[in-house]
């Protein structure tokens, strides 16, 4: 079989992305569209849709069906789709869901290119439901038509060339540079009516329903390609393909940022668990790490997707993480400050020619220190100037500025005022604005060359938003990283034990030590010599291994052998080894376990503790997570996730998010860790669980780090693999 090489493979990636990104067109930039369920009786469905698209006035022919009328709201209506005898790039369907199958047949026959169905009543109530939806899926691929839904609120496409507001709700955002998807409708409906209510630009909107066919994965591709889509935001509560999203995201967010919201954050994800790795996963945990490695910024509430939305749409990403903060108000300037600081943002000291410029030009009353307390009497004048000032400092990436109306000036003056010296900032730096007022202080709808301002209602939102752009700027500047290989030696090796015990066993099964060591050793991570014995033959078996020697017994039915008193330490002769596992047989048999085997294995000494491991979650697929502390890391639960597989950038990123990743570096006069070679390491698990697909669990803990230089070994370790 031929092996597909690194840029073949990329290669017929992209042209899948462009295949899907034209298969959307259709959909999203109909010639054309046919109603099926058009109704002209008041609270229908369908009565909404043939409004909506007439009262945005849809650019092409609409199409209404219904059997039984010859006319709908002046339109002539047909019977069938396939009776229009013209064509039609898109159908809308809104019929009760038993009709449903025979109006998507109707549309092959008639040559339709896309179907959006509105209709609900299929999985998301019951299993005949999924069947259903199963049928209307590989009966559309088949006939070379996409599916939008079932169970959606429709799409919609502010292009003036277009103009298509195909949804059966009200708001129609004013045309801009979002695209937003929605896989709730009901949210969709708010976030489309807090869109409008902003005056934020909007270029698509779709909402996916049960994603039986299009996928957010298919719309990320279409809006690369999109030249009015600058932002992509999306609310999502599952994924149907999330290895897909990871390949198609990063790609994306490298030329335009992704804002996510995904729900289900609780508990109830976390799955049972029989090691360290698998019971510090959960289902949010991997979608952290999928965001993470993609670029894409989540957001945790609907508020907070909003926020940072307008603020891309709006103004470039910064260039740092220095926030220069402009305010009337001593206290919100302090607020803000705080919000930032916590969010990995700084507040660095004005150039002294900047201070003295502000010294020159403000009330002698005013706090020239960052952030700027211009005090409640300052003027548009005063905005004005000190938002040239501050905004020019060259130690300064992005600027914010507060306004209290104390109603000593007009407020629309300020915000003017505001708006023009805006202009004066360098492009490259964004301009955020809070306008504290329970009034509302409205910015101006054109504010020139630096376009619409974001403004926000209190400074903790725009420290948020500000923080998520900076985070996505660095993201979108950091090496690529390069995955690491295994050589050919090593992969057959590997192979030949898997291959083995995968046949040998029906069930999933842990490899015995001797496989486990061999295993490692092939893939280049270095494991501390370790031999299994009978009981009775313990003591004789240590003399082969040399001293010092950690004893462990050898019980399936212990999962953490610490847990029990399975461990002893510092055994430096035969007698001890003698003794230990005699007082071990005892102490276990009172504990209701026949200790017939142990293991033992050269002492480690000093270093670091880490753990290095692999979960499967049946959604995502491979996790793997990394952490220090040993036997206390389900305690502190100081670790990091990614998806494999995992570059060079990515584990030491992983490391970096460490609470005590300073361990590593010597923390209070402590020897210091080889970062280097737990971050080899780690890559080295990535490339081990991409050769072997039937891993189920992996657990490499401890792992000691010694000090730079000496490597990383592994002194216990735990592999389980179960047939695909």
């Not at 007439?54 to 709908?72: L, Q, S, V």
């Not at 990743?661 to 209070?668: C, F, K, M, N, Q």
Request: glycine share 8%.
């Amino acid at each position: 079989m031929k092996v597909e090489t690194e840029e073949v493979h990329q290669s017929r990636h992209r042209s899948e992305r462009h295949a899907a990104a034209r298969s959307i067109q259709p959909i999203l930039n109909p010639r054309s569209v046919a109603l099926v369920g058009a109704s002209r009786q008041p609270g229908t469905i369908g009565a909404a849709l043939l409004a909506n698209l007439k009262r945005c006035a849809f650019t092409g022919p609409i199409y209404p069906i219904n059997p039984k009328a010859a006319e709908i709201d002046g339109l002539t209506a047909y019977p069938a789709v396939s009776a229009v005898g013209a064509p039609i790039d898109m159908a809308l369907i809104a019929v009760p869901a038993p009709m449903v199958e025979s109006a998507v047949r109707d549309c092959a026959r008639a040559g339709v290119r896309g179907v959006v169905i509105v209709s609900s009543g299929f999985g998301e109530l019951s299993q005949e439901g999924r069947e259903i939806e199963k049928r209307l899926r590989d009966f559309c691929r088949a006939s070379g038509m996409r599916m939008v839904g079932p169970n959606c609120m429709g799409v919609l496409n502010t292009d003036p060339a277009i103009s298509m507001n195909a949804v059966f709700v009200p708001p129609w955002p004013p045309a801009g540079n979002i695209g937003l998807l929605s896989q709730s409708g009901a949210l969709g409906y708010v976030i489309l009516d807090r869109i409008e209510a902003l005056k934020i630009g909007l270029s698509t909107f779709i909402s996916v329903g049960n994603k039986v066919d299009v996928s957010g994965n298919d719309l990320l591709a279409y809006w690369a390609e999109d030249p009015r889509t600058d932002v992509i935001v999306l609310y999502l509560e599952s994924f149907g393909n999330p290895r897909e999203f990871a390949r198609v995201a990063p790609e994306v967010a490298c030329r335009k940022p992704i804002v996510a919201m995904k729900s289900g954050r609780s508990a109830a994800g976390t799955r049972a668990a029989t090691s360290h790795s698998a019971s510090l996963a959960n289902l949010d945990v991997a979608v952290d790490a999928l965001f993470e490695q993609a670029g894409v910024i989540r957001a945790s509430t609907l508020e907070e997707l909003m926020d940072v939305a307008v603020l891309l749409a709006n103004q470039p990403v910064p260039a740092g993480p220095r926030v220069g903060v402009i305010s009337n108000g001593g206290g919100p300037g302090i607020l803000l400050a705080d919000a930032c600081e916590a969010r990995g943002l700084t507040l660095p000291e004005l150039a002294p020619g900047t201070v003295e410029a502000l010294h020159q030009m403000l009330p002698k009353m005013a706090g020239l220190a960052n952030p700027i307390d211009m005090i409640a009497s300052a003027t548009a004048a005063h905005y004005a100037a000190a938002i040239e000032l501050v905004g020019n400092d060259p130690g300064i990436d992005s600027l914010i500025v507060i306004y209290l109306p104390p109603h000593l000036h007009d407020p629309a003056e300020v915000a003017s005022a505001i708006s023009e010296a805006a202009g004066k900032v360098p492009l490259e730096k964004p301009v955020l604005t809070v306008l504290m007022s329970s009034r509302g202080v409205p910015m101006p709808e054109n504010a020139g060359i630096r376009g619409r301002l974001p403004s926000y209602s209190f400074p903790e939102n725009a420290a948020v938003a500000l923080a998520a752009a900076e985070r996505y700027s660095r993201w979108r500047t950091r090496p690529a990283g390069r995955c690491l290989s295994l050589t050919p030696s090593a992969q057959a090796a590997i192979r030949g034990v898997i291959d083995r015990v995968v046949a040998n066993h029906g069930k999933p099964v842990w490899l015995e030590p001797d496989d486990l060591a061999t295993v490692l050793r092939a893939a280049g991570i270095e494991f501390a010599a370790i031999e299994e014995a009978h009981v009775r033959d313990a003591a004789s078996v240590s003399e082969r291994l040399g001293y010092p020697l950690v004893l462990k017994i050898q019980a399936p039915e212990v999962l953490h052998k610490s847990d029990v008193g399975g461990v002893v330490l510092g055994l430096r002769s035969k007698d001890e080894v003698a003794e230990s596992t005699d007082r071990l047989v005892r102490e276990m048999k009172s504990a209701g376990i026949t200790l017939e085997r142990v293991l033992l294995q050269r002492e480690v000494r000093g270093g670091i503790e880490a753990l290095v491991g692999v979960t499967a979650d049946p959604t995502f697929g491979p996790l793997l997570v990394c952490g220090l502390g040993g036997v206390l890391v389900e305690l502190i639960k100081d670790v990091s996730f990614r998806l494999t597989p995992v570059s060079d950038v990515d584990a030491a990123e992983m490391l970096s998010k460490l609470r005590s990743a300073r361990l590593l570096d010597g923390y209070r006069g402590n020897p210091a860790g080889d970062r280097a070679a737990l971050i080899d390491v780690i890559l080295r698990v990535s490339a081990l669980v991409e050769l072997v697909p039937e891993l189920h669990e992996l657990d490499l803990n401890p792992v000691k780090v010694l000090p730079p230089g000496e490597g990383a070994i592994v002194v216990d370790g735990r592999l389980r693999v179960g047939r695909v």
